[in-house]
């Protein structure tokens, strides 16, 4: 509506008849529009308020810029440059989103549409904060953490920022999060959630004594991926989106290996030597694959998930599901404690001999913040040697021995391939065009005054 204002043609085409005093002037082209802005206003006054019929007033003019004008802007220049991640464009919404929720409930701003950057209070910011800190989340159960609401006020902060560097908009979020408790330095990850563990043994024999209907007892085709899934991730410490990430060309030295391209750090670029149990469930896999090209997924039964179609995502939120059913009544375990049992583990062979494993091998194999320390350490052929040796350890003796009685005595009961891809998915109907609401003229006596900016 405000372009078409700033658009509009002050050329008369028409006479008009002012029905009150018989008057008959000139009619242009911004007439017309001022009218159907008044019949907006009158609308949104009706529907929202007065408050929200001012603000539209504001916005159709020119003399306020909304924010989802802004956010769209902003967006469409991170996307177009290629700055942000799809899954991290999707965060950014999701937060604007929870802003919108809190503008409408307790500032009576109905939308983004209607709210301006600068009504965006810090007293208002801050109000938002405080609401977040007391939102339970649907998927915990429990309050957010600081965390969460810290990336979501940097979200929104750098929207601000960047409308500030355009025009002369105040950025209400710095500071806000100045009372929460802050990250420990050096938790790059779940490693550090102190709220989840490792699995205990006999959590872990019965994970690995799941058979394909326990998995999937539908009889999807998830059976295979989640029992491959569980051994590869304790035998190898890695993350879901590592593991569901590989390619079959990141399957090295003839099985004896793999490849992580790259993960959450810098340093999850890495090569992890596989033990004999690892390597069994690698030639099988690799085995009941229709195409096992170098770029090729190593995963293809896992449909890529989310933004970034990461298979990782939907790898763990399967296991969590199956998980449930399989391992009734566990808490503060999900797919990442398979790492914390890996580390633990390495952590004991350690302990029984340090000349086997060290504190800068496990760095090194768990993708860690401070590996260049190790390859200072290890000349290349020591260090890859000593890898393979921690990783062999592990499997002998640095798991329980139920655990690894499990893994041998399962080693054949892999369950049979369902599917080497997923099922296609059917996309949802077009909704049905909207039809444009054509406002009529009318003359009303309460019209507000249309000064276009």
Same mark, same amino acid.
Do not use: C, M
């Given at each position: 509506m405000r372009e078409r204002l700033a658009n509009?043609?002050?050329?008369?085409?028409?006479?008009?008849?002012?029905?009150?005093?018989?008057?008959?002037?000139?009619?242009?082209?911004?007439?017309?529009?001022?009218?159907?802005v008044r019949d907006e206003w009158r609308t949104v006054r009706a529907e929202a308020g007065p408050k929200a019929a001012s603000q539209y007033i504001k916005l159709a003019t020119g003399t306020g810029r909304s924010i989802a004008e802004a956010r769209d802007a902003w967006l469409a220049m991170l996307t177009a440059n290629g700055e942000r991640?799809?899954? !991290?464009?999707?965060? =950014?919404?999701? @937060?604007?989103?929870?802003?919108?929720?809190?503008?409408? #409930?307790?500032?009576?701003l109905p939308s983004l549409a209607v709210a301006t950057l600068d009504e965006v209070t810090r007293e208002r910011a801050h109000g938002f904060v405080a609401w977040r800190l007391e939102t339970v989340s649907p998927r915990t159960g429990k309050k957010i953490t600081a965390a969460t609401a810290k990336r979501e006020l940097s979200s929104l902060s750098g929207l601000w920022r960047w409308a500030?560097?355009?025009?002369?908009?105040?950025n209400p979020w710095p500071d806000q999060t100045a009372d929460m408790p802050a990250r420990r330095?050096?938790?790059?990850?779940?490693?550090?959630?102190? !709220?989840?563990?490792? =699995?205990?043994? @006999?959590?872990?024999?019965?994970?690995?004594?799941?058979? #394909?209907?326990?998995?999937?007892?539908n009889g999807g085709g998830y059976g295979p991926a989640l029992w491959d899934a569980v051994r590869l991730a304790l035998l190898t410490g890695c993350r879901a989106n590592e593991l569901a990430g590989l390619r079959c060309g990141d399957v090295l030295d003839g099985g004896k290996a793999i490849?992580?391209?790259?993960?959450k750090t810098a340093n999850a670029k890495r090569v992890i030597p596989l033990s004999p149990p690892a390597q069994r469930v690698i030639k099988a896999r690799l085995a009941s694959l229709a195409s096992a090209g170098t770029e090729d997924p190593l995963w293809p039964d896992v449909p890529p998930w989310g933004a970034d179609g990461r298979r990782g995502k939907l790898l763990s939120t399967r296991f969590g599901k199956a998980r449930g059913r399989v391992l009734s009544g566990s808490?503060?375990?999900?797919?990442?404690?398979?790492?914390?049992?890996?580390?633990?583990g390495l952590r004991d062979v350690m302990n029984a001999d340090p000349r086997t494993c060290n504190e800068a091998l496990i760095t090194v194999l768990m993708g860690h913040a401070g590996q260049t320390l190790a390859t200072r350490i290890y000349a290349p052929g020591a260090l890859e040697r000593d890898k393979r040796r921690a990783m062999d350890a592990l499997a002998k003796s640095g798991l329980d021995a139920l655990v690894r009685n499990a893994l041998a005595e399962t080693a054949?009961?892999?369950?049979?391939?369902?599917?080497?891809?997923?099922?296609?998915?059917?996309?949802?109907?077009?909704?049905?065009?909207?039809?444009?609401?054509?406002?009529?003229?009318?003359?009303?006596p309460d019209r507000p005054s249309i000064t276009s900016g």
């Open positions: 509009a043609s002050d050329v008369p085409y028409a006479l008009e008849e002012d029905p009150r005093t018989g008057e008959v002037a000139p009619w242009t082209q911004r007439q017309d529009v001022e009218d159907e991640k799809a899954q !991290t464009i999707a965060g =950014y919404k999701a @937060a604007l989103g929870l802003l919108e929720g809190y503008l409408r #409930g307790h500032a009576q500030g560097r355009q025009a002369n908009v105040a330095r050096g938790a790059a990850d779940d490693d550090e959630d102190e !709220t989840k563990r490792p =699995y205990t043994p @006999a959590e872990l024999v019965t994970l690995l004594r799941a058979t #394909g209907a326990d998995w999937a007892p490849r992580i391209r790259g993960g808490r503060g375990v999900d797919f990442h404690s398979f790492r914390r049992s890996f580390a633990a054949d009961a892999r369950p049979s391939i369902v599917r080497v891809a997923p099922v296609a998915r059917k996309a949802p109907p077009d909704p049905p065009p909207r039809q444009a609401r054509q406002p009529a003229r009318r003359s009303r």
